[in-house]
């Protein structure tokens, strides 16, 4: 029956395009529907090939409504002749590089379907990307997308209520897993506190954001997320020094700041006892397994430096005939029973695609952190500040958390990261014309 709904889905992206190119407003709505279908990911997509015992981080040729809308607004958009360009930036442009470079560890995979999963996803990412940043240069509407990422906190909220008061002791909401939750709402977290920071409550789009950080913070919280937890301190305090730095408002920063900090000492001392239960009674072998696994992935970097051993492929390599396991056994001083996957997305790419594939993706992070870098410069005295004010510290966390964790592979992680990186280029592009849009 899926297959069916998802057919009727497909034919009806022309019709959707056309009645986008007649009229333009109701690409809003397409944009908020792209947030509903993200809200209920599983229920609105389709594995082809599906492999779902599968261990990798892609586990069939997955197309979610999300896509099919994406593609369907991009269509419209090419025909009003707003996509200006397919490769819109220097960022994109890596991208594209590195997925290049990702397609060399084919030759090396013992499942190239296994493969093709991980690389129809970057390539269904493309789409998302390209789509929302031309709906952004098009219609300059940032707060469609503000909206959106609050309605996703709200409706993961609830469940994380839920989970929290019942048998689950990390709560994980909407997400597959609460590393995956953790990760996606600082990104959100850090945009709506910037927001808040730089321009208060005194509109309702300023009251919705603001319960929406709320919202965020606490979801975080009760994730109990260990990598969460250490990264949390430098996202939130790198928006907030980005925001302190815009001295024309500092006074009222720092006034909208005060209640902030004494409810998060208050909530903080509350949830300090779990906090301290989560690092204490969190079980050794954990961390020793986050070690070991980095020794396979370190024998799969030395057998193949440049192709790497496979893209999606990691644990198939993990079983033998390969001995990438049996040889971190012999450095470790113990036998290793388990095909898990490295536990931090660098490791994981550069065993999987080689070291230059994770240059590549290396420089693909660093330019658009660089670039909000920039932002905060090029924008600074206008009421499009609180953007990169919120993202650098959104993408700091989502960096180094990956250092721990390989969730950003993710699909709903990477599509989260992905609008974040449109509004980034979008602002890169067309940020003179916002600071003329101001003055007049």
Not at 248 to 264: E, G, S, Y
Not at 352 to 360: K, N, R, T, V, Y
């Amino acid at each position: 029956m899926k297959y069916v709904v998802f057919a009727f889905a497909i034919l009806g992206v022309p019709p959707l395009a056309l009645l986008l190119w007649v009229n333009l407003r109701w690409a809003r709505y397409v944009i908020w529907g792209m947030v509903v279908a993200f809200c209920l990911y599983q229920a609105t997509a389709i594995n082809f090939f599906s492999h779902e015992d599968y261990t990798g981080s892609a586990r069939g040729m997955e197309v979610s409504l999300i896509h099919l809308l994406s593609m369907a607004l991009l269509l419209a958009l090419a025909m009003r002749r707003k996509v200006q360009s397919f490769l819109p930036d220097g960022g994109f442009c890596i991208y594209l590089f590195y997925f290049l470079l990702c397609l060399p560890s084919l030759s090396a995979a013992d499942d190239c379907l296994i493969s093709w999963f991980e690389i129809w996803k970057m390539m269904l990412l493309f789409v998302v990307y390209l789509a929302v940043f031309s709906y952004l240069r098009a219609t300059d509407d940032i707060n469609a997308l503000l909206l959106g990422f609050a309605f996703i906190v709200f409706v993961n909220f609830p469940p994380v209520v839920s989970q929290h008061f019942s048998a689950h002791y990390q709560a994980h909401g909407i997400f597959p897993h609460w590393n995956c939750m953790a990760m996606a709402l600082h990104l959100f977290g850090t945009l709506f506190f910037a927001y808040y920071l730089m321009h208060g409550t005194r509109t309702l789009v300023g009251k919705i954001l603001f319960l929406a950080f709320a919202c965020a913070v606490i979801s975080t919280f009760w994730s109990y997320s260990r990598g969460a937890f250490a990264v949390m301190p430098f996202g939130y305090g790198f928006t907030l020094l980005a925001c302190l730095l815009e001295k024309r408002h500092l006074m009222r920063t720092l006034r909208r700041l005060l209640p902030i900090v004494l409810i998060a000492i208050l909530g903080f001392i509350a949830i300090l006892p779990r906090i301290i239960e989560r690092f204490v009674t969190a079980p050794k072998a954990s961390g020793e397994t986050r070690v070991e696994l980095a020794y396979c992935a370190r024998e799969m970097i030395m057998d193949e430096p440049l192709r790497g051993v496979g893209i999606n492929n990691w644990s198939l390599k993990m079983m033998p005939p390969h001995e990438y396991r049996a040889n971190a056994s012999d450095v470790v001083g113990r036998e290793l029973d388990y095909i898990g996957i490295v536990e931090t997305v660098y490791l994981l790419v550069g065993a999987e695609c080689g070291l230059p594939a994770l240059a590549a993706m290396i420089a693909w992070f660093g330019w658009y952190w660089v670039v909000c870098l920039k932002l905060l410069r090029r924008l600074v005295g206008t009421r499009w500040y609180f953007l990169p004010a919120g993202l650098i510290g959104g993408l700091t966390t989502n960096y180094m958390q990956s250092v721990l964790e390989w969730v950003l592979r993710q699909q709903m992680n990477l599509i989260c990261l992905l609008f974040m990186f449109a509004i980034i280029s979008y602002l890169n592009k067309d940020w003179r014309r916002l600071k003329e849009l101001e003055r007049g």
